[in-house]
């Protein structure tokens, strides 16, 4: 059997043993997460230094100021961290620490680091500036419910509705509300519900983990949110959940239910303020009626309503003697002007008679030369008309039809210009080049919508 090699059993120096743990050390490069339990990072410090650790141990780190301003992350306690790094020692004081190279947020806090970026990349666009959120509707009487159709938030904010304004209709979009269809199954309900006539859109979902709200932080809806028609009122979660579609909404409610409270007036209110109002106008009415009893009254005493004739005396026997004058003037006037017109007739009959020869013939020769000019003006327009007809002939659709074109028309005459206009079962009359043809529409389609349902502008 082989002799071992003889080992240098010399004592190492504290200095060899620790030189000697740290080259082993350095060489062990590894990638964990944990979570932060201690922060120091100081203004003149040349490291930041931290502690993280688990439910088992715990670990000191340190991470050079550039390599932690790149990181981008700013630490503080209980944030959860994904680190890579090595294990170094520091031989003057005989400590291990982690030195770490990159530094990233992990789980939840990536998220949440995600979201808070895109919030602020919004707020900058302005679609969260309260001057761009709309007044909601004081008593609307159709709301758009966007929702899951199975969680205890659609019955929520349907009780809610019905007892606190059974007058409203509510136009319902079941949609899901977790997952990656979400964000598009939101938007579409969104749209939906609006082109049914909501004048309000009520987006909620019940309670749930961060990760189970994101389809709530998704920039898409955020715009769609931002760009819809009709006010939007959000109630997402809980009371400490806030989404970026409750940053962009009109309105943000707490919960489901105070989102359908926020939406609508409460029946009892409106009552109650419609009784209030009620006796305020009677009150100002009778108070009115007294008023008017004693103007009346007042009126009713003087002089003229004792003794009416006595109000119209005076123009009485002015009328009658106007009347009188009118009498005696007409016949002497109609005998003047009797006169006066037989002496024009004899004028007229003399002049009539010394027209001469020459005169006539000039009448005749102006006459010739007046129709002649009226016969070259017509012809000029005649042409010009006729030009005029060519040309409307060339634009006219009736040319264009004839050319292998259709046109068609609804019930009520409009030009179909698009499938919205010819509903399935709705009956036509298209316009070919000899005739008009009876339709009835059978069926339609159309291109599925994948951009943002409002375009800007």
């Given amino acids: 059997m082989a002799e071992e090699p003889a080992q240098d059993k010399r004592p190492l120096t504290v200095s060899q043993a620790m030189a000697l743990a740290k080259g082993a050390l350095e060489n062990c490069v590894v990638t964990l997460v944990g979570e932060v339990s201690e922060v120091s990072v100081k203004p003149g410090y040349k490291a930041a230094y931290f502690t993280v650790k688990d439910t088992g141990a715990s670990m000191p780190c340190m991470m050079w100021t550039n390599r932690y301003k790149a990181s981008g992350v700013k630490l503080r306690v209980g944030m959860l961290v994904q680190m890579t790094g090595r294990f170094t020692l520091y031989a003057p004081k005989g400590r291990m620490n982690f030195d770490v190279f990159s530094l990233s947020m992990a789980g939840e806090g990536d ?6 970026d895109l919030a602020e990349k919004l707020r900058k666009q302005g679609l969260m500036a309260p001057e761009r959120k709309r007044a909601l509707p004081a008593v609307p009487h159709k709301i758009g419910l966007v929702t899951s159709p199975r969680g205890a ?27 990656k269809v979400a964000p598009a199954a939101l938007m579409s309900g969104m749209k939906a519900v609006v082109d049914a006539g909501a004048q309000v859109v009520l987006l909620v979902r019940g309670g749930g983990s961060f990760e189970d709200l994101m389809p709530f932080n998704d920039e898409r809806l955020a715009i769609t949110i931002a760009r819809c028609p009709v006010p939007v009122v959000t109630g997402i979660g809980h009371e400490p959940d806030t989404s970026i ?4 909404a009109d309105l943000r409610a707490s919960t489901p239910t105070a989102a359908a409270e926020a939406a609508i007036p409460d029946v009892a209110d409106v009552r109650g303020q419609l ?11 009778r108070s009115q009626v007294r008023v008017q009893e004693r103007a009346v009254a007042a009126v009713a005493g003087r002089p003229v309503f004792k003794d009416p004739e006595s109000l119209f005396a005076t123009d009485a026997q002015t009328l009658d003697i106007l009347g009188d004058r009118l009498h005696r003037a007409i016949p002497a006037s109609i005998d003047r002007d009797r006169a006066s017109l037989a002496a024009l007739n004899t004028r007229l009959a003399t002049r009539g008679r010394t027209l001469t020869r020459a005169a006539r013939m000039k009448v005749d020769e102006e006459r010739r030369a007046l129709v002649s000019r009226g016969s070259a003006l017509v012809d000029g327009f005649d042409a010009q008309w006729r030009l005029s007809a060519s040309r409307l002939n060339d634009l006219s659709p009736l040319a264009v039809i004839g050319r292998g074109y259709a ?18 079962g709705s009956r036509l009359s298209v316009r070919v080049g000899d005739g008009t043809l009876a339709a009835d529409v059978v069926g339609a389609t159309h291109d599925e919508q994948t951009e943002i349902p409002w375009k800007e502008g």
Avoid: F, Y
Wanted: charged share 25%; proline share 5%; no cysteine.
């Fill in 245 to 248: 579609a409750d940053m962009v």
């Fill in 153 to 179: 938030a659609v019955h929520d904010v349907l009780r809610t509705l019905r007892r606190r304004w059974p007058a409203a209709r509510v136009v319902l979009a079941g949609v899901p509300v977790e997952g």
């Fill in 111 to 116: 998220l949440r680091k995600q979201v808070a």
């Fill in 275 to 285: 009784a209030a109002t009620g006796d305020r106008m009677a009150s100002l009415v």
């Fill in 407 to 424: 046109l068609a028309r609804n019930e009520e005459g409009k030009i179909v210009a698009s499938i919205a206009d010819a509903p399935v």
